[in-house]
């Protein structure tokens, strides 16, 4: 079909002036630091992208977080990061502490007394606390030590649990569970922030923690602390007492050596005592793990899912044909919507957890666990629930998911998801919401690029961090790994000003059938990049073939890294064309960004297109706003 609609501009070079190029040599749209820095803090950069490695891709992120609160915006920084950790919407807490220790450590004195203020929000557990320190040390460029005002802010998130509903007692908790994490202790933490309290409560947790110099004998300071504390009214009911009483208990688990006394002990004391306070050597007893299932956080429940199984507390009686108790809990527990949200489990979380747990095994190969196809399909139904529930639209949807090689590169710091996986995931979900859905898969090889990344950057190391906030002055060195594929050629067009073809008739783009009842599974093997014959991405060629056929969409969702470098035009460009020849005015194209670098394939001053964060938890809201008219 040819369309007399002026001279079509290739991706390859600039559509406007404004235009940048991006890590794979294509012209594509600057993002907005505010929808990078938002991108950030859902997606991370742990693992880089398929062309620029995380060390470049997390000091870029840097900058963009420092040029935002330059320029005045610091405390809607604070607000945003408060807001995506406490309702759940980013992928994993790293890029949010990182985040939160750049408003901290910078020089702007209103973002840091906010951002000091959001720390308890934000930290929510001892490892939060202790990995945002870490951060504060590699993040301050003048390499100082605590200051008053990092001391103070320390000081008070320990303060700020008497205001939490379980008080000091639900610190001791925290502080047993978590002890050390990121290089530092409580004790270390105490020494470093000065803290001093009046409060006997955590007073007396200070000092279990980091007694004072010249008590040789902790055991004695108890007793005599407790002889003081008795003659006061109202002990018994006090949170000294509780506190107290919580202390003794987990000394006593940590010397316990009898699975039947360290079981009974869990049930009795439920939810006192966790994973974290069994002794080591007890960790491989069925029957203690039959005690920790029944009041084990949801979280922590499918991160120990492995464990579990490979003690066979999972399996079913095949000679019965019937559920183990612990199944039956675990199911309960992973369909039930209200666990998931008091835990604030992030769909990301699921998604990781299935794939994990569907491999039988853990990445060292160390344990090994038979499969419950139940388990694995409340984990699916897990995920689907996260996000936030929509109504159909009743729109027509073209989903277009880019499968090719950059689309391996992992994401989040994670071995187990790749961009394509995650993809795959969420067109799934649009297919579960949506009545009339065509979805179609586009790939290529682009190249030898950089694949450094491929390896799992899950703990963030030293170097990169301080990588990061090289300061501004810092110029990024231009990645220079990525080539064009020298494999098929592009479609050959007539040189004709004015007018142009736009036929996809050597483009590849395979139809997926992907209906509502697929598992991930069949949907991920749908989209292999295996069953695409190797051509230069191009993130137009669904729209132009939709052009071509004649096919009518009210949607068009593109899945992508937004890393194009071939096409005989702009995606933008494309659907401004569509809306010309369908005579579909109001057709909507959305961009499902899967990486946190700085590249946008749709026009800002289009308001019928529009970026989202592919797993942020409210994205599919966002998709059905935007569908309807609503934003």
Request: net charge neutral; with cysteine.
């Amino acid at each position: 079909m040819s369309i007399q609609e002026g001279e079509e501009v290739s991706i390859t070079l600039p559509l406007t002036p404004d235009q940048t190029r991006n890590n794979a040599e294509g012209y594509v749209n600057r993002t907005p630091d505010e929808t990078r820095f938002h991108r950030f803090l859902c997606l991370g950069s742990e693992s880089g992208t398929f062309f620029i490695d995380q060390k470049e891709l997390k000091r870029e992120n840097a900058k963009c977080i420092l040029r935002l609160i330059g320029q005045g915006n610091g405390r809607n920084v604070v607000d945003t990061i408060r807001e995506f950790s406490l309702q759940n919407r980013a992928c994993k807490v790293n890029p949010i502490l990182f985040a939160l220790a750049l408003c901290c450590r910078c020089d702007d004195l209103a973002t840091k007394e906010a951002a000091y203020k959001a720390l308890s929000d934000v930290c929510r557990i001892p490892t939060h606390l202790f990995q945002f320190i870490k951060y504060c040390q590699k993040v301050n460029p003048e390499n100082k030590g605590w200051g008053r005002a990092h001391r103070k802010g320390v000081s008070m998130w320990y303060h700020n649990y008497k205001n939490k509903i379980d008080g000091i007692p639900l610190l001791a908790y925290h502080m047993t569970k978590y002890k050390s994490r990121f290089g530092f202790t409580h004790k270390d933490v105490f020494r470093l922030c000065h803290i001093k309290t009046s409060y006997d409560a955590l007073g007396y947790l200070v000092n279990y923690f980091c007694p004072k110099e010249g008590q040789r004998d902790r055991e004695n300071n108890w007793q005599s602390r407790l002889e003081l504390a008795r003659r006061e009214e109202g002990f018994e009911q006090s949170e000294l007492r509780k506190v107290i009483d919580r202390l003794q208990l987990y000394d006593d688990a940590k010397n316990c050596n009898d699975e039947e006394i360290m079981s009974d002990m869990i049930l009795r004391y439920n939810p006192d005592l966790a994973r974290e306070h069994v002794p080591s050597m007890l960790l491989n007893s069925a029957e203690v793990w039959k005690a920790l299932i029944r009041h084990m956080p949801t979280t922590a429940l499918i991160r120990n899912l492995g464990k579990i199984s490979s003690l066979g507390l999972l399996e079913s009686n095949t000679s019965t044909n019937t559920k183990s108790f612990e199944e039956v809990l675990v199911v309960d527990k992973l369909k039930s919507a209200q666990l998931r949200k008091s835990a604030r489990i992030h769909p990301f979380t699921l998604l990781v957890a299935l794939k994990a747990y569907s491999k039988g095994q853990c990445e060292s190969g160390r344990l090994n666990w038979q499969v419950n196809p139940n388990i694995s399909n409340a984990l699916q139904e897990a995920f689907y629930l996260s996000f936030d529930y929509v109504a159909t639209t009743g729109k027509r949807y073209l989903l277009a998911i880019d499968v090719s090689d950059s689309m391996n590169a992992h994401v989040m710091g994670t071995p187990i998801i790749t961009a394509r996986d995650a993809a795959a995931a969420m067109a799934m979900l649009t297919v579960r919401t949506e009545q009339n859905c065509d979805v179609v898969a586009f790939s290529g090889n682009r190249g030898n690029a950089n694949t450094t990344n491929n390896e799992d950057q899950a703990s963030v190391s030293d170097e990169n961090v301080v990588a990061a906030m090289e300061m501004v002055t810092v110029r990024a060195e231009q990645d220079s790994d990525a080539v064009d594929y020298p494999g098929n050629p592009l479609p050959q067009h007539a040189n004709v000003p004015n007018h142009r073809d736009l036929s996809t008739e050597n483009t590849t783009l395979i139809p997926i059938p992907i209906s509502p009842q697929d598992d991930l599974d069949e949907v991920l093997k749908k989209c292999s990049p295996s069953r695409l014959p190797p051509v230069t991405a191009d993130c137009a060629a669904p729209l132009l073939d939709a052009i071509e056929k004649k096919k009518k969409y009210d949607v068009f969702v593109v899945y992508t890294d937004s890393e194009p470098n071939a096409g005989v035009i702009h995606l933008s460009e494309a659907i401004k064309r569509y809306r010309t020849v369908t005579g579909i005015t109001d057709a909507r194209l959305i961009v499902c960004q899967l990486a946190s670098n700085g590249f946008s394939l749709t026009d800002p001053d289009d308001p019928l297109m529009m970026d989202i964060v592919g797993f942020d938890s409210g994205a599919l809201a966002a998709m059905h706003q935007f569908v309807t008219g609503n934003i």
